[in-house]
């Protein structure tokens, strides 16, 4: 392509998250877990709370934010199937 048409061929296609995509992942669940914290409108979120339950929230969110992720890009690849069953196996194990 580049001596025909002068451009460089793209970079392969890769249905692995990059460090981009990972990124962008973690701060769409942060984003989203301290929105679930606020009681209202731009309210500050207090420092204070039971550990064990915002912990438990985090997960959550995260879970959620993949499962989001997931559904929009369709077919998940087994990458990110393997890892979503990991976080779910371990949040079994350890409550």
Not at 19 to 26: K, L, N, Q, V
């Amino acid at each position: 392509m580049r001596r025909v048409l002068g451009i460089e061929a793209p970079d392969r296609l890769t249905r692995e998250p990059d460090a981009s995509d990972r990124g962008s992942y973690i701060h769409d669940v942060l984003e989203h877990y301290y929105l679930s914290l606020q009681s209202g409108g731009s309210d500050p979120v207090h420092p204070g709370g039971d550990f064990e339950t915002r912990q438990q929230q985090l997960l959550d969110t995260a879970l959620e934010r993949l499962d989001t992720r997931i559904t929009t890009m369709g077919s998940p690849s087994p990458y990110v199937t393997m890892k979503r069953s990991s976080i779910r196996t371990r949040m079994t194990m350890e409550h």
